[in-house]
């Protein structure tokens, strides 16, 4: 039975991290009403905090788990960095357990749905026999409760006779008759109008936080993850599809929620937050998908850049693992951080968003050998292993001191052979029109296809792949041959025989800078390096933080703005150009800051 459950969870996780939401998918007529703007409830003026059972336990969960996290979130006997005595979760402002996927009772509704024939929603009487005393337990801790709907588990997609109202609002109804104070809306199930849910759950009289979890899908209608100016009958909404505990996809999911923060008119704002997921903080790394594990000592940075980056654009903060005392106590110096919350919480006008996208750091070249590596470098008269390259239009080959370059196809780094070797592929064709070397050879199968010799970078000093790789001209495919010198080359990049190519970049991100302004002469900025390799001082000016009409220049070259360091607390100043540089940030980590403007 619990294989069988496990199975039916890693199933669901693969759809959700796969598919478009199913609400997104079906068409709706154009949205009908503009009832709702942002902030319509009056609440989460400020981005939520708290938990939900999701990433923690997927469908595995039950009563006695949930009330076991009410009192994780109440226990007073944290010890936080910046905090006096003892706090709790709730003190640092982590005080609401959502339940998500898992409480359903599916096929026990009419005609097997999970909806009985008044609408009310079916709970698996099994896992929570008394739902109203979960959520009365949790308030009586002083905890809100958050709850889920439109899941991904029973898929309500069948509709009841009388039609799909009832449904809505069975919902509803029972929202408010268990007490809870929050809820979540999937986008698995066919109930998928946002306007609708938010209209029934103002008639019941009570204001709840929302959450509109249909995977980051812009429509025109009532089931859209986006807001707009006029429309946002939630609280906050997700971005993107579903996070994981791999490395790199919450900074994936950080990507999507630049468009929704133009700097003359975001979209995410107090009462309707952009939103990437649930924080994957006490997840990353781990070897297993649910619950969490202490964070490892080589991703205490890339941790804290994952909750630098989430705060900095004001999204909600909601953690999502096993709240034990082994799982949480490395976490507890980061989330608790007290500038780094109130940079998260703080609202100025905007909720902070990307600067600007630099180019990782290159790994070190190796040294100019000469051997049957082809790379492209940049051209250099000196280079003798730029030297003697030829091309025979009638053979087809580029050889260099009697080899051939040779491909095993696309995307593989060419290498220098014997000329007429089989297992390889060495018949170019030049295009005098186009300068293209063109090539038939295997992409990802032994079937052949028409592909054009390629250098994959233009990298100073670096040593770049040259493969072969369908044609275009997008990429380096133009060269030139010139008999004189005896060199082969596009755009300033010339072939080279060298005993070895520069490998490609590691990492698993980008580098990136971010800022959110925090008030007059108070903006915050993050510097990204999710590469593999040290990044030298990156720099930044006011002028790109577009702080300039609030740092006059007096200020600047008098070094009256300090910049302070989220994490350690200790500061540095601007030069007198208003320039701040990071100094070494190691791969995957970041620089968190404060640039204030003393008011001395």
Same mark, same amino acid.
């Given at each position: 039975?619990?294989?069988?459950?496990?199975?039916?969870?890693?199933?669901?996780?693969?759809?959700?991290?796969?598919?478009?939401?199913?609400?997104?998918?079906?068409?709706?007529?154009?949205?009908?009403?503009?009832?709702f703007p942002s902030g319509w409830n009056n609440l989460t003026r400020t981005p939520a905090r708290g938990w939900r059972s999701w990433y923690a336990y997927y469908t595995q969960m039950n009563q006695g788990m949930i009330q076991t996290v009410i009192d994780a979130l109440v226990a007073k006997n944290r010890t936080v960095?910046?905090?006096?005595?003892?706090?709790?979760? %709730?003190?640092?402002?982590?005080?609401?357990?959502?339940?998500?996927?898992?409480?359903?009772?599916?096929?026990?509704?009419?005609?097997?749905?999970?909806?009985?024939?008044?609408?009310?929603?079916?709970?698996?009487?099994?896992?929570?026999?008394?739902?109203?005393?979960?959520?009365?337990?949790?308030?009586?801790?002083?905890?809100?409760?958050?709850?889920?709907?439109?899941?991904?588990?029973?898929?309500?997609?069948?509709?009841?006779?009388?039609?799909?109202?009832?449904?809505?609002?069975?919902?509803?109804?029972?929202?408010?008759?268990?007490?809870?104070?929050?809820?979540?809306?999937?986008?698995?199930?066919?109930?998928?109008?946002? =306007? &609708?849910?938010?209209?029934?759950?103002?008639?019941?009289?009570?204001?709840?936080?929302?959450?509109?979890?249909?995977?980051?899908?812009?429509?025109?209608?009532?089931?859209?993850?986006?807001? =707009?100016?006029?429309?946002?009958? &939630?609280?906050?909404?997700?971005?993107?599809?579903?996070?994981?505990?791999? @490395?790199?996809?919450?900074?994936?999911?950080?990507?999507?929620?630049?468009?929704?923060?133009?700097?003359?008119?975001?979209?995410?704002?107090?009462? %309707?937050?952009?939103?990437?997921?649930?924080?994957?903080?006490?997840?990353?790394?781990?070897? &297993?998908?649910?619950?969490?594990?202490?964070?490892?000592?080589?991703?205490?940075?890339?941790?804290?850049?994952?909750?630098?980056?989430?705060?900095?654009?004001?999204?909600?903060?909601?953690?999502?693992?096993?709240?034990?005392?082994?799982?949480?106590?490395?976490?507890?110096?980061?989330?608790?951080?007290?500038?780094?919350?109130?940079?998260?919480?703080?609202?100025?006008?905007?909720?902070?968003?990307?600067?600007?996208?630099?180019?990782?750091?290159?790994?070190?070249?190796?040294?100019?050998?000469?051997?049957?590596?082809?790379?492209?470098?940049?051209?250099?008269?000196?280079?003798?292993?730029?030297?003697?390259?030829?091309?025979?239009?009638?053979?087809?080959?580029?050889?260099?001191?009697?080899?051939?370059?040779?491909?095993?196809?696309?995307?593989?780094?060419?290498?220098?052979?014997?000329?007429?070797?089989?297992?390889?592929?060495?018949?170019?064709?030049?295009?005098?029109?186009?300068?293209?070397?063109?090539?038939?050879?295997?992409?990802?199968?032994?079937? @052949?296809?028409?592909?054009?010799?390629?250098? !994959?970078?233009?990298?100073?000093?670096?040593?770049?792949?040259?493969?072969?790789?369908?044609?275009?001209?997008?990429?380096?495919?133009?060269?030139?041959?010139?008999?004189?010198?005896?060199?082969?080359?596009?755009?300033?990049? %010339?072939?080279?025989?060298?005993?070895?190519?520069?490998?490609?970049?590691?990492?698993? !991100?980008?580098?990136?800078?971010?800022?959110?302004?925090?008030?007059?002469?108070?903006?915050?900025?993050?510097?990204?390096?999710?590469?593999?390799?040290?990044?030298?001082?990156?720099?930044?000016?006011?002028?790109?933080?577009?702080?300039?009409?609030? &740092?006059?220049?007096?200020?600047?070259?008098?070094?009256?703005?300090?910049?302070?360091?989220?994490?350690?607390?200790?500061?540095?100043?601007?030069?007198?150009?208003?320039?701040?540089?990071?100094?070494?940030?190691?791969?995957?980590?970041?620089?968190?800051?404060?640039?204030?403007?003393?008011?001395?």
């Amino acid at each position: 039975m619990i294989r069988g459950t496990l199975f039916a969870a890693l199933t669901l996780i693969s759809v959700l991290q796969t598919c478009d939401a199913y609400c997104n998918g079906m068409h709706w007529p154009p949205r009908t009403s503009d009832a709702f703007p942002s902030g319509w409830n009056n609440l989460t003026r400020t981005p939520a905090r708290g938990w939900r059972s999701w990433y923690a336990y997927y469908t595995q969960m039950n009563q006695g788990m949930i009330q076991t996290v009410i009192d994780a979130l109440v226990a007073k006997n944290r010890t936080v960095k910046g905090w006096d005595d003892k706090v709790s979760l %709730c003190d640092l402002g982590y005080c609401s357990a959502g339940i998500d996927e898992g409480w359903e009772g599916c096929g026990l509704g009419v005609n097997n749905t999970q909806h009985y024939l008044n609408g009310t929603p079916a709970i698996n009487p099994n896992l929570f026999p008394d739902m109203k005393g979960l959520v009365d337990y949790g308030h009586s801790k002083g905890v809100k409760m958050g709850w889920y709907f439109n899941g991904c588990g029973c898929m309500e997609r069948r509709e009841p006779a009388s039609g799909w109202d009832i449904n809505y609002e069975g919902d509803i109804r029972a929202l408010h008759d268990f007490g809870f104070d929050a809820v979540k809306f999937d986008g698995c199930g066919r109930m998928c109008n946002m =306007t &609708f849910y938010a209209q029934l759950m103002q008639e019941s009289g009570k204001a709840y936080e929302i959450e509109n979890c249909h995977w980051g899908s812009c429509t025109g209608d009532d089931a859209s993850s986006c807001p =707009t100016i006029t429309w946002c009958p &939630f609280n906050w909404y997700r971005t993107s599809g579903d996070s994981d505990n791999n @490395l790199g996809t919450w900074y994936n999911n950080l990507q999507t929620t630049v468009r929704f923060q133009t700097w003359s008119q975001p979209m995410s704002r107090p009462g %309707c937050w952009a939103y990437p997921d649930m924080l994957q903080v006490g997840r990353l790394g781990c070897s &297993f998908k649910t619950h969490g594990c202490p964070v490892p000592p080589n991703l205490v940075n890339w941790t804290k850049t994952h909750f630098a980056a989430f705060s900095i654009v004001s999204s909600p903060l909601i953690l999502s693992i096993h709240p034990s005392d082994e799982n949480l106590t490395p976490l507890l110096d980061i989330i608790g951080n007290k500038d780094a919350i109130m940079i998260n919480q703080a609202w100025a006008g905007h909720p902070g968003t990307l600067l600007q996208t630099l180019p990782p750091s290159q790994p070190p070249a190796p040294p100019v050998q000469p051997g049957n590596h082809v790379v492209g470098v940049t051209c250099n008269n000196s280079d003798t292993t730029q030297q003697k390259w030829t091309y025979d239009a009638t053979t087809g080959h580029i050889m260099q001191q009697g080899l051939c370059a040779s491909s095993q196809g696309q995307d593989v780094p060419i290498v220098l052979l014997q000329c007429g070797n089989k297992s390889t592929y060495q018949n170019f064709t030049h295009d005098p029109k186009t300068n293209q070397f063109h090539i038939m050879a295997p992409a990802g199968s032994s079937k @052949l296809y028409p592909e054009c010799l390629s250098v !994959a970078g233009q990298t100073a000093g670096a040593a770049n792949k040259v493969d072969v790789y369908k044609c275009s001209t997008g990429r380096l495919q133009d060269f030139v041959i010139d008999t004189t010198t005896g060199t082969i080359s596009t755009q300033d990049i %010339c072939l080279a025989g060298r005993a070895s190519g520069t490998p490609p970049p590691s990492g698993v !991100a980008g580098v990136q800078w971010w800022a959110k302004p925090l008030g007059p002469g108070k903006v915050a900025a993050l510097f990204i390096n999710g590469g593999g390799y040290n990044y030298h001082n990156a720099n930044i000016t006011l002028q790109q933080l577009n702080i300039t009409t609030t &740092f006059s220049s007096t200020s600047v070259k008098g070094g009256k703005v300090t910049v302070t360091d989220v994490w350690s607390g200790e500061s540095d100043t601007v030069d007198s150009n208003g320039v701040w540089l990071t100094g070494d940030v190691p791969p995957m980590s970041s620089r968190f800051v404060i640039f204030q403007q003393s008011t001395a």
